[in-house]
Structures are given as C-alpha cells and as structure tokens.
C-alpha cells in the first residue's frame, strides 16, 4: 500500500474502517462491536470512532502477531452474546444485508461464511510450479467475510487452536463442526494494494448510481 495503512485509506471521502463500521451499525441485530487494530492504530482508531459519533458502543483493542491472536484478543471483549460477526476491516464494501444473510444461514449449523463462486479455473502446484491436480470449478469457493458463528463454537475452536489458519471456519471445521456457505459478492473485495482502492471506489460510485 506504498506505506498507507489501508484501513485508514480514504474511500469515497471517508476512510476504509469507517465504511466498514458504518454497515454494522446499521444493522439492528448487531448490539455490540469490537475493532482490533495494531498497537500503532488504537489511537487513530478511537479519534475516528469519536469523530464519527456512531451510537453503538465500540470498543477498541489491539491486536497480537497473527491474525488468530487478534480476532482471539477481540473475542475476549465481547459481553454476553449469542452470536459473532467475524469481518475483516479491509473489506470496506460489506452491507447490511451481507451480515443479516449470514446470521440467518449460521442458525442451520451455527456457524456460516461468506463465499462466492471461483470464476478461473484453479490449479494446484508444488513448489516447482509443475501442475499435479486441477479441481473441478464447480465444487470451489472463494471465502470471504463476514464469518458467522454461534459464540460458544467459536470460542471452543479458539481455546483448542493449536495451529496457524488464515481464516476463523478453519479453527471450527478442524473441531468436526459443519460450516455453511452463503453467497457473498463479488464487490466484497479485499483491499491489499492501491489498485484494489480504485477498484472499490468504481464499485461504490456504481452503487452510488
């Protein structure tokens, strides 16, 4: 991100969290939110937050090495719920809607991840780059968040951890609970480097419209 943080990049005039934390606060089934950031952003974070005067309470608190010791530190915030919404902050494109489809599809197995159809075909290589499998298209799925779970499964799959994963499902899957797809969306784009930035902004100007 050519030293920019992204969470803090400006999108549409305000910055990649606010567009995020917007969308939860127009939820009404969302009663309470955690922000994890680093140690460097707690400050910058809180002056947002209060700049903003979103009327839920938003608590703010760092976040560790890998991204599992984060969400665990965030998990740890939370007071007396049923559920969590789970959603990375450099996804800025996240609605209401996304977050109501995924509580609504965890209530089958408790836990629910958002995902949309791949659209290339994939191929699995070894190191060599030599080409051993290509999967069926049909059968796979680019995840994303949110990711959606009962508190007590996903607090069970923190306490059992006992590896690196890149996303939250995984911890839950490796404990034998079943985890439901639901259809995210393609604008639900992560922001990584400057051209994701002006990818979003098209997406969210085409919204605008």
Known sequence: MAGVDKVF???????????????????????QIVVVVSGKNLEPCRRLITEEGWPKPIEVCAGGKRRQDSVAAGLSR???CHWVVIHDGARPLLTRDLIERGLKAAEETGAAVAAVPVTDTIKVANGDRIVHQTPPRQNLWAVQTPQVFRYGIISEAYQKAKEEVTDDASLVEQLGYKVKLYMGSYDNIKITTPDDLLIAEAWQQKRGK
């Open 78 to 80: 939370l007071n007396h």
């Open 9 to 31: 990049a400006p999108l549409g005039g305000k910055p990649v969290l606010a567009r995020v934390l917007d969308a939860f606060e127009g939820c009404d089934l969302v009663d």
